[in-house]
């Protein structure tokens, strides 16, 4: 077991103690944010390297939003690790009663490669708050970043406490082997039944940030060039390599002729005449992800861009109309910058056709009538939701993001960080005097001491005759 | 019993119906519940009784007691757990609805135990309902006479295809868990656990694990001996030491060992009189496997008091252990049985220290009149749950999440606990389609003046 070493190491240390004061904590996520300000153009460079990451995105998503997610966690960390007092019932009164945050131990984040600084940082700032050591390990497929990553982390953390792993799956596949106390996973849903399966062994608990396909409903009220500008940003940002992109659109024909001239003429204000000469606009982070990418191109028909470059890991921002749903778009996460066009004929087929599949990460509809927003929303079932925009949800920390059903489990971002790397320890704290009221607990067991235990324990519904 | 798919097929077409949502549908449905519990008292009583030879005001007290407690809690509450809950806004989502909206999963599996077997399918089962999920009850065989009572009752008063109830042994638990749920919640043991995780991995399904441990129950020198002891006693023996939170062993100074047994035998006296078997407040082991299973314990021990047996009723006498190995075998497997080990510790960071070294227990205890001790013990150590200066009581107060951690579980519930298990947290943030211009900062090409701002 080549990584049994590093894993005793870093419970050794976490049985020592040293991250659950919160002056270490602080001081360990104050080091992060010095990383992201002294390496933010290495960030953007290798993130460049890695998949032509456009500097204006890496620095929003990769810098900024993690920023973002440090500043919130550091204003609010000695508010998030006190205890948590509870209401009580009669019998309790005179005790304490509170939920402790616990830190798990020693965690275990596993990041993808779309936005490779992102997705193990900011779960890392929510393992650290909570008083966790952690092993990241970063993808291998953004070589650059991962490098980075490897190669700098360390001058800024506890070395002793958190700890970078690099390599593939044969790596990844002996690190499950050990036991965490906790495993955030991002990745696709294969990979997370693995992820899932290893952590049974342990019974580790796990969060599983995955994907799937997600629609975007356009009805036929609706400002064509603002609905265009959208879902064009949240399509194409990181060349469609995000897992919240609206994945497919579902519209009337009448909509789909409408949306198309507002599509071409969205993508051409935002990369211009041609595209590939945008410094705006990503690329395919390898050719495996190319060649799969590109392959999804023969359905329905290319409306709009179609065009690669193989040598640049290219594909033009495209979207494909008419398009049936047993084309090959419409089989797997697209994960590239194509968007097909769906018809439908209305709402309630729009809704039929999403509830027909597996339960996406996001669900996106468009509308100038809140009632059809309102009624996607309630009639489908989602990781979260998005109406008339795409992906603006998951900037809001406040807001939990998280999966469902194949598009994962559990939550983060905000104070969703800290509680998911966090045991919420139910505490009861009582007097050792006051034994009289313990009485009518203890055999011999009668009538009479039951009534007495009804009377102290039960909530009676308002409205109803009570004692209490 | 008619295929696993089949029952589960027909549970899920009910979900996607729509009809388990609307709130009025669920309060509905715990009403019946209640109706149920208070109308088939006697019934649910007398399988106690055959179960695990629990008395009726026992039996009352910890299954039935509890359960209609919840009801009326959840049906109280309902609407406002189940109302949007708006979040706070950033400068960007100031005109907009951000909002966390609480869901049903779908279909969930509730799997029981045989040691509380009515409030431990019925307490997880109303969170369930209250979620407004289609829910999968399945009793534990091992008290078959509750199962089969379950399998009766609950047909005849909740939604049939909503809420179907499925009996059997491992071999239909391991066909029912071949099937898609959207969450399974399983109390039972560590071993099952982790099939049941593993089981639930190939289909992404979340997992609620009320599992266990040894719970420890360290005694300071410094306390009211006579009151710890009762509390311990009422704790340790109840349900014949068949209670997942039960004090597992004793961590004490060797100075008051004897004490400790002293003041126990007393208590034990009180409870169940001189002759503990023909008390009708002392239970029996469930089966004769699991008889075998804790006298086997009692190898080589020091028996300080107790150890009378009677394999054909399964009763274990009240058994303490002094002077107990931490090597020995008693010490190894959780108890689950009436035999309360003692293992002296020098001083309380040598307790911490024991505790530490073992896997993370579904409960801790502490008695001590030093709260500052009481507080270091819980900060130096991990577990489900605590009660300090007394035991199981913290598992009473629904305001606290039941639940694991380590090998004791994953999860919790109880109260909201139960409501925010079976939901799904949807964000949702709806924006305007016009406002466009707050947009354009975000938008490609962009200028260094974009990035600025």
Not at chain 1, 264 to 292: H, L, M, Y
Not at chain 2, 157 to 186: C, K, N
Not at chain 2, 235 to 250: L, V
């Amino acid at each position: 077991n080549p990584y049994a070493g590093l894993v005793s190491h870093l419970r050794a240390s976490w049985l020592s103690g040293k991250t659950r004061p919160m002056e270490y904590r602080i001081t360990q996520l104050e080091a992060l944010g010095r990383f992201l300000d002294e390496k933010k153009q290495e960030i953007l460079e290798a993130t460049d390297l890695d998949m032509g990451k456009p500097s204006f995105e890496a620095y929003f998503s990769e810098v900024l939003l993690c920023k973002n997610e440090l500043n919130v966690t550091l204003n609010n960390l000695c508010h998030w690790m006190k205890d948590e007092h509870v209401d009580k019932n009669l019998v309790m009164q005179l005790d304490s009663a509170f939920i402790r945050k616990d830190p798990y131990g020693v965690v275990l984040i596993i990041a993808p490669w779309n936005y490779p600084i992102h997705l193990f940082l900011v779960p890392l700032i929510g393992a650290i708050a909570a008083g966790n050591c952690v092993i990241v390990k970063p993808s291998e497929i953004s070589k650059n970043t991962e490098r980075l990553v490897a190669e700098t982390l360390s001058c800024y953390l506890d070395n002793d406490c958190f700890a970078v792993v690099t390599g593939g799956v044969p790596e990844t596949t002996r690190l499950l082997e050990n036991k965490f106390d906790y495993i955030f996973f991002t990745g696709i849903p294969p990979v997370g039944r693995i992820v899932m399966t290893a952590a049974a062994k342990h019974l580790t608990p796990v969060t599983l940030e995955l994907g799937g396909k997600n629609p975007c409903y356009v009805s036929d009220t609706c400002d064509v060039p603002n609905v265009a500008r959208r879902v064009v940003w949240g399509r194409f940002f990181n060349a469609g390599q995000t897992c919240i992109a609206p994945d497919y659109l579902l519209c009337s024909l009448e909509m789909q002729e409408k949306l198309m001239p507002a599509l071409r003429e969205a993508i051409t204000e935002f990369f211009g005449p041609n595209p590939q000469e945008s410094p705006d606009f990503g690329r395919i982070v390898g050719d495996k992800q190319f060649q799969r990418v590109r392959r999804l191109l023969c359905s329905g028909r290319v409306a709009i861009g179609g065009q690669t470059d193989e040598a640049e890991r290219y594909i033009a921002p495209t979207v494909l109309a008419d398009v049936q749903p047993s084309d090959p778009a419409m089989q797997e996460e697209i994960f590239g910058p194509i968007l097909p066009i769906v018809v439908v004929a209305n709402m309630d087929e729009a809704i039929d056709f999403i509830n027909a599949r597996p339960r996406p990460l996001a669900v996106y509809a468009f509308s100038c009538d809140s009632k059809v927003v309102n009624q996607v929303l309630e009639r489908t079932s989602s990781g979260g939701f998005c109406g008339n925009d795409t992906l603006m949800h998951v900037t809001l920390t406040s807001l939990p993001f998280g999966g469902i059903g194949n598009s994962g489990l559990g939550k983060y971002h905000g104070k969703f960080t800290f509680d998911t790397f966090s045991h919420h320890r139910g505490c009861l704290h009582r007097s050792m005097g006051l034994e009289a009221l313990n009485a009518p607990r203890y055999p011999p067991y009668t009538q009479q001491k039951l009534g007495l235990l009804t009377a102290a324990f039960e909530v009676k519904r308002r409205g109803t005759c009570t004692l209490l | 019993m008619e295929k696993m798919e089949k029952v589960v097929g027909r549970a899920r077409a009910a979900f996607n119906s729509g009809r388990s949502r609307s709130l009025e549908f669920r309060i509905q449905q715990l009403k019946a519940l209640e109706r149920m519990v208070k109308e088939k008292e006697k019934e649910i009583l007398a399988a106690l009784h055959a179960d695990l030879h629990k008395g009726g005001p026992n039996a009352y007290s910890h299954e039935i007691l509890g359960v209609l407690a919840e009801l009326a809690l959840v049906m109280e509450k309902l609407p406002s757990w189940a109302a949007p809950q708006p979040v706070k806004k950033n400068l960007m989502t100031m005109r907009d609805e951000a909002y966390i909206n609480f869901e049903p999963l779908g279909v969930v599996l509730i799997i029981g135990a045989w040691n509380y077997p009515f409030v431990l399918v019925m307490q997880p089962l109303i969170g369930a309902i209250a979620a407004g999920n289609a829910v999968v009850v399945k009793p534990s065989e091992v008290s078959e006479n509750t199962a089969k009572l379950v399998a009766d009752l609950l047909p005849q008063y909740l939604d049939r295809e909503l809420y179907p109830v499925v009996t059997g042994g491992v071999p239909e638990t391991t066909e029912l868990l071949t099937q898609r749920f959207d969450h399974i919640l399983y109390t039972g043991n560590t071993a099952v656990g982790k099939i049941v995780m593993a089981a639930a991995a190939k289909h992404l399904t979340p997992v609620t694990l009320e599992l266990g441990g040894k719970s420890p129950c360290y005694i300071d020198k410094d306390c009211d001996l006579a009151v710890a002891c009762r509390r311990i006693t009422w704790g340790k023996y109840m349900n014949c030491g068949q209670t997942c939170i039960a004090p597992d062993y004793i961590l004490c100074d060797p100075s008051i060992q004897s004490q400790v047994v002293e003041n126990i035998k007393a208590t034990l006296q009180e409870f169940y009189g001189e002759d503990v078997k023909s008390s009708p407040d002392y239970e029996r082991i469930v089966n004769k496997r699991h008889f075998k299973r804790v006298m086997g314990l009692l190898e080589g021990q020091k028996i300080a008091y107790g150890g009378e047996s009677d394999e054909a009723s399964c009763f274990i006498a009240p058994t303490i252990l002094t002077d107990v190995s931490p090597d020995s075998k008693v010490m190894e497997e959780e108890i689950f049985g009436p035999v309360l080990p003692i293992v002296t510790m020098k001083s309380v960071e040598e307790a911490i220290e024991f505790i530490n070294c073992r896997e993370k227990p579904l409960a801790l205890y502490v008695f001590s009149n030093n709260k500052k001790l009481i507080k270091r013990v819980i900060s130096e150590t991990s577990s489900g749950g605590v009660t300090g200066n007394d035991v199981i009581m913290h598992f009473f107060l629904s305001t606290l999440p039941f639940g694991g951690v380590g090998h004791s579980g994953m999860g919790a519930y109880h109260g909201k606990h139960s409501f925010e298990t079976f939901s799904h947290r949807r964000a949702c943030l709806i924006k305007d389609l016009k406002m466009e211009s707050t947009n354009k900062m975000r938008y490609p090409p962009v200028s260094q003046k974009k990035v600025d701002w």
